[in-house]
């Protein structure tokens, strides 16, 4: 039985490396910023423009990210500024994930479900 302090879901989280993981990647725009720098390191205007995020919704994404260790960030000082972001060894280790989960899709998802 579990403890007053101690709810359901963090008993589950703890236990199970899969929600663990889900908790780290697994939002909407979490998830979209780590596909799309996959392709390469982008700008952030570029990752807003392929996302769909709003600008404070990406740059919330992208602190968060680089805080657990999947991004990081890169500023380019000459005229103009630039800031640039890319995945880390640990964001360039879920591409396999990615590929894995692309696969389910086509195969388990039909055409209105990919389109939500």
């Known amino acids: 039985m579990s403890s007053p302090e101690t709810t359901p879901h963090e008993q589950t989280a703890d236990a199970c490396p899969v929600i663990a993981s889900l908790e780290q990647i697994g939002s909407k725009w979490r998830l979209a910023v780590l596909h799309e720098l996959l392709d390469g390191e ?67 998802l039909d055409e209105d479900d990919l389109e939500a």
Request: glycine share 8%.
């Open 42 to 108: 982008q700008r952030f205007n570029e990752l807003k423009r392929s996302t769909g995020a709003n600008a404070r919704t990406l740059s919330r994404v992208l602190d968060d990210l680089g805080e657990m260790g999947f991004v990081e960030r890169r500023l380019e000082e000459d005229a103009p500024i630039a800031t640039y972001y890319s995945l880390t060894d640990k964001g360039e280790s879920l591409e396999p994930v990615f590929g894995e989960i692309e696969c389910w899709a086509g195969s388990w």
